[in-house]
């Protein structure tokens, strides 16, 4: 059975991102998240778990953003700096939001 990119990754590590993908999926990153978690295309509210997907000029293949009370960590917000990549905290989101992650409301 073939494992998905994402839970490889988990299993192993110290395995260098290059290596195995290029980048994590919705449908990967949900089933790290749990059943608890949805994904939709494009913006829907904006809620404390919400997780989104954007493209813009400066991250043409896309990047992730996670919602912390009324901003969004970037965990690479000097990106393409790698010496040394950045975490940091951004007021809006830079680029055209493709998909959003969220918990599934009860």
């Known amino acids: ?7 490889i990754f988990l299993r192993n590590p110290m395995m260098k991102f290059s290596e195995l993908f290029n980048g994590f999926s919705c449908d990967e ?12 295309r494009g913006e829907s509210w ?3 778990s919400q997780i989104i997907f954007f493209s813009s000029i400066h991250s ?8 912390a009370d009324d901003e969004w960590m970037d965990p690479w917000i000097n ?3 790698i010496t040394p990549a950045k975490s940091g905290f951004r007021t809006e989101v830079p680029g055209l939001i493709e998909y959003s992650i969220y918990k599934k409301i009860n």
Do not use: Q, R
């Open 1 to 7: 059975m073939d494992l998905p990119a994402s839970l």
């Open 60 to 67: 043409p293949a896309g990047h992730y953003l996670a919602k």
């Open 29 to 40: 990153l949900i089933s790290i998240l749990g059943p608890d978690y949805h994904w939709v």
């Open 79 to 81: 990106f393409p700096s």
């Open 46 to 48: 904006s809620t404390p």
